[in-house]
């Protein structure tokens, strides 16, 4: 009983002090040590798959050359693995997972887009209609929102049962580099 003196201490969290309370002491970081990939790479596009297996596509290696490895992490094992190849190689990619579980990996303009189904492996799209250098934003009906291609003010969708690419907004600015959050 904390009322009983005679109880001893009983520790009951954070207590005040002149009107502020004292937080608990901030626990340490912990770092994760993994396994390291099959080569180093930059510039790459890395999605979370629905199996809880992490997709590793493009991005340089070897200096600037283009990295024409996939390769597959799984966490359970804290293992790395080749990928199945894809049609296309290319850097400074990105890629999301869309609301079905296939991953949407783009790069630049002249490049397709590449869906990646883990049963069935790599399928290209159309090619990006601008320069990307921003964020990709699966959206709940399966397409992507794409902000920030190659300082653009357009913000455009991405339909994956279409293979088409439509103009969604204007920014007043043109944007590169670019992030998106979902507010919800």
Given at each position: ?184
């Amino acid at each position: 009983d904390a009322s009983d003196p005679d109880a001893g201490e009983i520790d009951v969290g954070p207590r005040l002090d002149s009107g502020c309370v004292q937080a608990a002491p901030p626990a340490e970081p912990q770092l994760l040590e993994l396994t390291m990939p099959g080569r180093p790479r930059t510039h790459h596009a890395a999605v979370r798959l629905q199996d809880g297996r992490v997709l590793l596509a493009g991005g340089f290696s070897d200096g600037l050359r283009f990295d024409p490895d996939v390769e597959l992490f799984d966490p359970e094992t804290d293992r790395f693995s080749v990928g199945p190849d894809r049609p296309a190689g290319f850097a400074f990619a990105v890629g999301t997972r869309l609301s079905d579980g296939r991953a949407f990996v783009l790069s630049t303009q002249e490049q397709p887009s590449l869906l990646y189904e883990p049963d069935t492996g790599w399928t290209t799209t159309a090619s990006t209609p601008e320069a990307f250098a921003g964020a990709l934003f699966p959206l709940p009906d399966g397409r992507v929102l794409t902000v920030g291609l190659d300082n653009s003010s357009d913000v455009y969708l991405y339909d994956p049962n279409a293979d088409a690419w439509s103009v969604f907004a204007t920014l007043s600015q043109p944007r590169s580099g670019t992030n998106a959050v979902d507010l919800r």
